[in-house]
């Protein structure tokens, strides 16, 4: 008689608790029988790609990871478009929104985040809309079909390829930022204002220092009012300010949570059978929402599952390496000295929209902003991660590796 296989269920059917899925059937193929439960009615996809879907560069169907016939062809039993809505850890259950109630030995919370919309009037009106998954595409390709004026609230990476995305289907597009300069926490000030001086170029509006403080309309949305008290008029406004870690299923359920649910370096939460990897994690007092992070998590979830031999995660160099509406930009560690300690080197080729600045702490590499020229990102990283002393080739470390490295052997 064959053993029946212990039952592990996935809450999430999104990109960092598949990577976990792939992870686990790569080290114990065999091991489990399988439950994945996804909130939309989408097979696992692409959710980077939405904004190159938006833009026209990709149809939905190519930003599909795991096709629905692939959970077929492992043995996967997926449920679709009936979201967990309830976990009894002391039973070791869990309950969708449709009344199922479905039983676990092991279990893995992949609930990732929600976006962040501020608390202002109007946010029920038709045309008001978040940019987070499939139904919030199809609802912004919908208004662009329509054509008119678009605000973008949030000058972050996820606002930027929004706005960008709905000026190439031939809207007016206006980006409103509450600080200073945009993508603040990627890029300094000065890489901020050449990005805003190139985005500008491409048609786009953007207006930083600017509040929000309510939306304007009739059943529609038709304008969106500053705190200043201008009104900017939009046919469709696209909030991007951010998301926050979705902890409600865990902390119900009595977890323990911070801004995220609290897990080991095993991605085990503080119940030895429920782990949780992906954008609803805390780990060590950090959240993460990049995806290689994500990814060292899968494989460490993926590895106690199996029972394979792991290290247990670690989270990589913080850094991030992002394409812009075709313009480059990186940034790795610390984005402004601190303290008399360090120092800056910086060179700008305004003429060729480059711009490098370098952090330095004790002839130490601490951190690195590139903008237009990213081709030696990788290289300081491994710079400032390995802490190797760079006084003999300081002078030079600004001009990349090929002019430095010669002068470190």
Not at 80 to 107: M, Q
Not at 220 to 227: D, G, H, K, S, Y
Not at 308 to 313: F, K, L, M, R, V
Request: glycine fraction near 10%; aromatic fraction near 6%.
């Amino acid at each position: 008689m064959a053993v029946a296989k212990p039952r592990l269920a996935l809450v999430g059917n999104g990109m960092a608790g598949m990577r976990m899925i792939d992870e686990l059937l790569a080290l114990a193929p065999d091991r489990y029988d399988i439950n994945i439960f996804g909130g939309e009615p989408h097979p696992n996809y692409n959710r980077i790609q939405l904004s190159s879907v938006l833009a026209g560069e990709k149809e939905l169907e190519d930003i599909v990871l795991h096709p629905l016939r692939w959970y077929a062809e492992h043995g996967i039993t997926l449920t679709l478009a009936d979201p967990v809505s309830g976990l009894d850890a002391a039973a070791r259950t869990i309950e969708t929104a449709s009344g199922r109630r479905i039983a676990y030995d092991k279990l893995v919370l992949a609930t990732g985040s929600r976006p962040l919309v501020p608390p202002v009037a109007g946010l029920d009106l038709e045309g008001v809309a978040t940019f987070r998954n499939i139904a919030d595409l199809k609802a912004m390709l919908a208004a662009t079909a329509k054509g008119g004026r678009a605000v973008v609230v949030g000058g972050g990476l996820l606002g930027l390829e929004a706005a960008f995305g709905l000026k190439r289907r031939g809207m007016e597009v206006t980006v409103v930022h509450l600080a200073r300069t945009v993508m603040e926490r990627q890029l300094d000030e000065a890489a901020g204002l050449m990005l805003q001086r190139d985005l500008a170029g491409r048609g786009l509006t953007i207006l930083t220092n600017a509040q929000t403080e309510g939306l304007v309309g009739d059943g529609r949305v038709e304008a969106l009012r500053l705190a200043d008290g201008r009104e900017l008029a939009a046919d469709l406004v696209v909030f991007a300010i951010g998301v926050r870690p979705d902890t409600e299923l865990a902390r119900r359920a009595g977890l323990d949570v911070n801004r995220g649910i609290i897990v080991d370096d095993r991605m085990m939460t503080s119940d030895p059978d429920i782990f949780a990897v992906g954008e609803c994690v805390e780990h060590h007092g950090r959240i993460f929402g990049l995806v290689a992070p994500l990814w060292g998590q899968a494989r460490a979830c993926a590895a106690c599952l199996a029972q394979a031999q792991s290290h247990g995660y670690a989270p990589p160099p913080n850094f991030t390496s992002l394409k812009i509406t075709g313009i480059e930009v990186f940034q790795a560690g610390a984005l402004e000295a601190v303290d008399e300690a360090e120092g800056e080197i910086t060179l700008l080729d305004a003429a060729s929209g480059i711009y490098r600045k370098l952090v330095l702490r004790e002839n130490r590499l601490v951190g690195a902003v590139l903008y237009g020229d990213v081709a030696d990102g990788p290289w300081f990283v491994e710079l400032i991660e390995s802490r190797v002393d760079v006084a003999l080739f300081r002078d030079q470390l600004m001009f990349g590796r090929e002019a430095a490295t010669p002068l470190a052997a």
